[in-house]
């Protein structure tokens, strides 16, 4: 009875030793008769990218350790090895992982995979491996920078690429760049169409009322990307709003009677100009002969101005008596008698 006793509880004790949990790959084990538990691994590791700037994020395990750190490894295809990131070996719960440094080919693949760890390294969990990650396609592409203005019958569209943290971001976002994707509406009434161009940097909408305002949209359209956010409505006239008929008349006859005094002062100005520098080239005989002629001319205009006129002929002229024989009177005749 002893013995059937002993060989069940060495079955038990096998039992229970083969069902207790054991360190991952990696691990250390310490405490009594060499057990051990693993940590657990981290989960909802991922990358997301906005306009090729890639971060990597993931969520601790259950129940682990408030002192865990966390190690983050990056395989590119065509390669079979993996490699350490640098700046994101020993990150704490809450932290992300930056990787637009190290995923710099924007057409090649991608995993990370991120491990936890103990600070004494004596405790290690499995690796959680991300979906395979290709920049060029699962980035999302933020709005472009955009300007209206007017021309017209037409309105001029300035896009260009929004700006990142570096450079060569900015260079990688032109290279994939492809078309523009751009709706118009007119505030007036409501109207609305769709324009699909060529990426420029200016670009003009034609064919449009004059005097008239209409609210842009742009979106743009990359290689084997859809992730495209569309810009906010940006909105112009096509010409100046009309001003009021009064005001156009003021403004005319304002122009009007600047031009005048302007000519006028001209004419007066280059006037004694002439005449001084006629004054200053002639010799003094003749000028003092051409001015006494001038004053010459002036008075006889003055004289022929000043004297009255002469509306009956003048009285015929009193008879002159010559000295002689004088005259007798002739005797009067019976006639007159």
């Known amino acids: 009875?002893?013995?059937?006793?002993?060989?069940?509880?060495?079955?038990?004790?096998?039992?229970?030793?083969?069902?207790?949990?054991?360190?991952?790959?990696?691990?250390?084990?310490?405490?009594?008769?060499?057990?051990?538990?693993?940590?657990?691994?981290?989960?909802?590791v991922s990358?997301?990218?906005?306009?090729?700037?890639?971060?990597?994020s993931f969520l601790p395990g259950p129940e682990t350790p408030p002192d865990t750190h966390f190690t983050v490894q990056i395989l590119r295809f065509r390669k079979s090895t993996w490699k350490l990131v640098t700046g994101c070996?020993?990150?704490?719960?809450?932290?992300?992982?930056?990787?637009?440094?190290?995923?710099?080919?924007?057409?090649?693949?991608?995993?990370?995979?991120?491990?936890?760890?103990?600070?004494n390294q004596n405790q290690t969990s499995k690796?959680?491996?991300?979906?395979?990650?290709?920049?060029?396609?699962?980035?999302?592409?933020?709005?472009?920078?955009?300007?209206?203005?007017?021309?017209?019958?037409?309105?001029?569209?300035?896009?260009?690429?929004?700006?990142t943290s570096g450079l060569q971001q900015d260079k990688q976002l032109q290279l994939l760049y492809r078309d523009l994707h751009i709706h118009v509406h007119r505030t007036r009434d409501?109207?609305?169409?769709k324009l699909?161009?060529?990426y420029k940097e200016e670009n003009m909408i034609s064919y449009l009322q004059p005097g008239v305002e209409y609210c842009v949209t742009v979106t743009v359209a990359v290689f084997f990307n859809s992730n495209s956010v569309p810009s906010k409505p940006f909105c112009a006239f096509t010409s100046p709003p009309p001003r009021s008929s009064l005001n156009v008349v003021?403004?005319?006859?304002g122009a009007f009677c600047v031009i005048g005094f302007f000519l006028i002062g001209v004419v007066v100005y280059g006037g004694q100009l002439s005449y001084e520098l006629l004054r200053r080239r002639l010799p003094r005989s003749l000028y003092i002969a051409l001015q006494s002629q001038d004053?010459?001319?002036?008075?006889?205009?003055?004289?022929?101005?000043?004297?009255?006129?002469?509306?009956?002929?003048?009285?015929?002229?009193?008879?002159?008596?010559?000295?002689?024989?004088?005259?007798?009177?002739?005797?009067?005749?019976?006639?007159?008698?």
Request: neutral net charge; contains cysteine.
């Open 47 to 56: 990358i997301s990218s906005f306009n090729l700037e890639h971060t990597l």
């Open 127 to 163: 690796w959680t491996i991300s979906k395979r990650f290709l920049p060029q396609s699962d980035t999302v592409i933020g709005p472009p920078d955009v300007s209206v203005s007017g021309c017209g019958n037409c309105l001029l569209l300035y896009v260009t690429v929004p700006k």
């Open 196 to 198: 699909n161009l060529e």
């Open 295 to 337: 004053r010459g001319s002036a008075a006889l205009e003055l004289s022929d101005q000043t004297s009255p006129p002469h509306p009956h002929p003048p009285p015929p002229p009193t008879p002159r008596y010559t000295t002689g024989t004088p005259l007798t009177a002739s005797p009067p005749t019976e006639a007159q008698l």
């Open 250 to 253: 003021f403004c005319l006859l």
């Open 89 to 119: 070996s020993e990150l704490v719960v809450g932290q992300t992982c930056n990787l637009t440094r190290v995923l710099k080919d924007p057409f090649q693949s991608y995993q990370a995979r991120v491990q936890a760890f103990t600070p």
């Open 1 to 44: 009875m002893g013995l059937w006793m002993l060989l069940l509880l060495l079955l038990l004790l096998q039992f229970h030793l083969g069902n207790a949990p054991r360190i991952e790959s990696g691990g250390k084990c310490g405490g009594l008769n060499g057990l051990c538990v693993a940590l657990p691994a981290p989960t909802k």
């Open 190 to 193: 409501g109207v609305q169409f």
